[in-house]
């Protein structure tokens, strides 16, 4: 269920040189926990779009199954959309890219839509760099199913069962580099300041584009000492089975820079340790990066900022020369040339 957004707006509102004001980016009201990072990042998106000066409907929002695919919902409400089935997203966009490579492609994910179910797809979709940008709105659990361990969850960490999760977390940065993603980053959904300007940069990259956005959730994931949520506790929830009680948070946000580690305080009062990269990293240099998010995984720190970038790199479109032309607009002739021009092409291969 959604709710519209009254439709009358202040007649001074700041606007872009489209002439939109942000009003145009925003979408639906949200319906996600008060309180859960994923609503800070589709605000981050909504910025992102409306400084680019990005009309709305030259974007394409992607996504999956999962309480992160539910947020296209939430911005961009005059662009395209298509909600795919759990963890097809890639393949999705991957198709409607190569049918219509005017438009701007924006996937988003969860950790649960990609790490584990959509693996197969993300890995496919870094290989072949896709002209994406893929963010993926990472809590380290299955909100929609009630708080289990994703494949992203720490090593150790406790799960809303009471159980401590014996497998290592999967690091999608450090995965998608070596795959030869061409544009890698990592924040906090708290964190605007650092996350505006990586989705613009994000955006404008030619080439597939990964941002993993760490979203605590503020409902499900109970884990003392995690660091992608809150140690949750839910009132009564024992004495009173059938209430399904999620009292207001307020948004956690952060503003830090690069000189030292910023140890971030949830609600309960756990502790996420946030690292950003200093400017004078090169963000080029593939085989400092992965040693860095490797020494940072084993100082239970989570590296932020610009991890790696390929600026030569050869997005799908162009490596395999697809028509510039969308193809629901090429004509008959053009579909169709001919048997002759049919048998010219086949006898090159014979």
Known sequence: MSYLKPKFAHPRLPKNDLGYTKKEYEGVISTLCAGCGHDSISASIVDACFELDIAPHRV??????????????????????????????????????????????????GDGDTASIGMGQFIHAVRRNVNMTYIVMNNGCYGLTKGQDSATADKGSISKSGDANSFEGIDLCALAIELGATYVAQSFSGDKEQLVPLIKAAITHNGFSLINVISPCVTFNNNPGSTKSYDYVRAHNEALSKIDFVPVKEEIVTTYDHTSVNVLEMHDGSL???????????????????????????????????????????????????????????????????????????????
């Not at 959309?81 to 924006?106: C, E, K, Q």
């Open 60 to 109: 394409a929002k992607m996504s999956g199954i999962g309480c992160s695919s539910k947020t296209p919902a939430y911005f961009l409400r005059n662009s395209h959309g298509f909600n795919s089935v759990h963890g097809r997203m890639p393949s999705v966009t991957t198709g409607a890219n190569l049918a219509n490579r005017s438009l701007i492609y924006i996937g988003v994910s």
């Open 272 to 350: 996420i340790k946030l690292q950003k990269i200093s400017p004078e990293w090169d963000p080029n240099d593939k085989l400092s990066i992965v040693t860095a998010l490797h020494n940072a995984r084993a100082n239970h720190q989570i590296l932020t900022g610009l991890l790696y970038i390929d600026n030569d790199s050869v997005e799908l479109n162009d490596l395999i020369n697809t028509t510039e032309t969308p193809l629901n607009t090429l004509n008959y002739d053009v579909l169709c040339p001919g048997s002759e021009v049919l048998r010219e092409f086949v006898g090159r291969y014979a």
